[in-house]
């Protein structure tokens, strides 16, 4: 028997894979298209503010120092003040004065806003709530217990780890 096994082996020969290259071959269509669009910048456009936010106004700096203890220089954001009107805030600023409560004691939005607020946090509580309660339902509609089933868990568990455990005091003692 051995020997017929290792006649067969000695038999076997690789064969050479051959790919026939044919004249036309088909692929998918290129999505890029020849176009003539052009990005382009429009020019210089300055806004106007009341006042620009950043080291050109708007920015108290105790003894004329920023929270690192250097000398603001007018680089970063604040250097657009003079090209556009306004510092890069200015566009889009985080703090505006109109917008912001003068003292923290009231919220800006209002009633309106805490309502919504509270609608909304009410809705993601409640629909957590809703899924806990489907997945409850649907294993005690199957005929099963709630505790049985995470018992049987459990069990599944410690066998899974006591396999693991023995596997690995055999591959140590004979390895």
Do not use: C
């Not at 806004?47 to 105790?62: A, E, H, Q, S, V």
């Amino acid at each position: 028997m051995a020997t017929s096994v290792m006649m067969s082996s000695l038999s076997l020969k690789p064969s050479q894979l051959s790919v026939e290259k044919t004249g036309s071959v088909r692929s998918l269509p290129s999505l890029a298209r020849p176009t003539s669009f052009k990005v382009e910048a429009s020019g210089v456009k300055k806004i106007k503010t009341d006042t620009p936010f950043g080291t050109g106004g708007g920015m108290n700096l105790r003894d004329g120092k920023d929270a690192s203890g250097r000398k603001p220089t007018g680089k970063g954001v604040y250097q657009y003040v003079d090209k556009y009107g306004a510092n890069v805030d200015g566009y889009s600023p985080i703090y505006d004065r109109n917008e912001w409560s003068e003292s923290g004691d009231r919220y800006a939005g209002g009633t309106t806003g805490l309502l919504i607020w509270a609608v909304t946090l009410a809705g993601i509580l409640g629909g957590g709530a809703l899924l806990v309660y489907s997945t409850i339902a649907g294993i005690l509609e199957r005929g099963e217990h709630f505790l049985f089933t995470a018992q049987s868990a459990l069990g599944k568990l410690r066998s899974h780890l006591v396999y693991i455990i023995h596997i690995s005091i055999l591959y140590y003692l004979y390895m």
